[in-house]
């Protein structure tokens, strides 16, 4: 199995989490939470589908900066920076606009949910803190969705030195010291009286401790995936790792949350983090699993997620505050425009961008390559 067929997989893999967050949002609004209780809440798995985002991305980067013709650590950044923070900025710019001029204030039938975001004025230093992403700042105000791209780029910035240690230290060592560290953090806000989502949600620094051990577990099932593969592709075990897998992910949260109380939540975080590392693995060692992540519709929302996940939330608040006055039956019509419009996003912003930061990297030849470190 070719890398490229690999990351074809863990495109599909990140459309099915996005189609999931999007579901997972549009079942918070008061008119469309009594499906939270039907069989169709297996679909909206927002917070676990953020978790996978972050155990495929340290998958993903391991590769690039371990491969033969692996980038020198400036032209990684580069990449990073076109692929994730311009299309961020793009939305953020279009999600300011979007506020200023459909705002209509709460909208009562639209539920508690919906009306925590979007409220209050939207300051110059709210603007600067979603710029820059280094101060604490409400990333619910504009687009909730963003709190998990203030981490992936913090980490993506630093994961070169993850790779480095990963490479120094034995396996189990440098899983004990990153696995350390997200206790800690743990641990900490426990201590404070709270739990991760809510500095998660401040863009506070703590939490990126706690989440970068979901990027190192990616990165170690990527050093080890040959191993991985040769000792279970040809045998039942994979199915029973899938199977096992998807249950984990779908069900740890709620039953880790009624059953341990406080500790539910951390529990519930890493339960999942196994269990995405479960699926990623079985995405690279079944080849049924990996065939049918290849249809044509996975890999449609694969490449339209990162948009899709960008920019759903702008559209469900656009519509639902502008056309407020026709009540429920507008959140139809943002559903409807959601996928068309995140394909359009891909196509004017996302990609034009993957593709000035590859180009602009080629430009660059500086420093030792990442993979010397």
Same mark, same amino acid.
């Given at each position: ?29 008061? +008119? ?25 991305? =340290? ?27 311009? +299309? ?47 101060? +604490? ?10 709190? &998990? ?20 230290? +034995? ?46 577990? =990616? ?18 075990? &994979? ?62 929302? =694969?490449?339209? &997620? ?20 026709? =009540? ?46």
């Amino acid at each position: 199995m070719s890398n490229t067929d690999r990351l074809e997989q863990l495109d599909a893999l990140r459309g099915i989490a996005a189609l999931t967050v999007v579901a997972s949002h549009f079942m918070n609004l008061q +008119p469309l939470s009594w499906l939270r209780h039907t069989p169709v809440r297996l679909l909206a798995g927002g917070h676990e589908a953020v978790i996978l985002f972050f155990v495929l991305s =340290g998958f993903a980067l391991t590769l690039q900066l371990t491969s033969v013709n692996s980038p020198t650590l400036l032209q990684y950044l580069v990449r990073r920076v076109f692929r994730i923070y311009l +299309p961020y900025i793009v939305t953020v710019c279009l999600a300011s606009v979007c506020y200023r001029e459909f705002n209509a204030g709460p909208v009562p039938w639209a539920g508690d949910w919906f009306n925590t975001s979007w409220n209050g004025t939207l300051t110059n230093k709210a603007i600067l803190g979603h710029t820059l992403l280094l101060f +604490p700042f409400d990333v619910v105000q504009l687009d909730p969705v963003i709190w &998990s791209l203030v981490y992936e780029m913090r980490i993506s910035l630093i994961f070169p030195i993850v790779i480095f240690l990963l490479h120094q230290l +034995p396996g189990f060592l440098f899983l004990s010291l990153v696995t350390a560290a997200s206790l800690f953090t743990a641990a900490y806000e426990m201590h404070c009286g709270t739990n991760m989502i809510g500095p998660s949600l401040l863009a506070e620094w703590a939490p990126t401790a706690y989440y970068v051990l979901m990027f190192a577990l =990616g990165g170690v099932v990527a050093m080890q995936r040959q191993r991985i593969a040769t000792a279970i592709r040809s045998t039942s075990f &994979s199915w029973l790792l899938l199977l096992v897998s998807i249950f984990v992910y779908w069900f740890a949260r709620p039953l880790a949350i009624y059953s341990l109380g406080r500790l539910g939540d951390v529990s519930a975080d890493w339960l999942i983090m196994l269990a995405s590392a479960g699926i990623l693995i079985c995405a690279i060692s079944n080849c049924r699993f990996s065939n049918a992540l290849k249809a044509r519709t996975l890999l449609f929302l =694969g490449r339209i &997620s990162y948009s899709l996940y960008l920019i759903h939330l702008v559209i469900l608040f656009t519509c639902v505050h502008g056309l407020s006055v026709h =009540g429920p039956k507008v959140i139809l019509l943002a559903a409807v425009l959601t996928v068309p419009i995140s394909y359009l996003m891909y196509q004017l912003v996302e990609r034009p961008s993957i593709r000035g930061g590859t180009l602009l990297a080629r430009t660059l030849v500086f420093g030792r390559k990442t993979s010397e470190l």
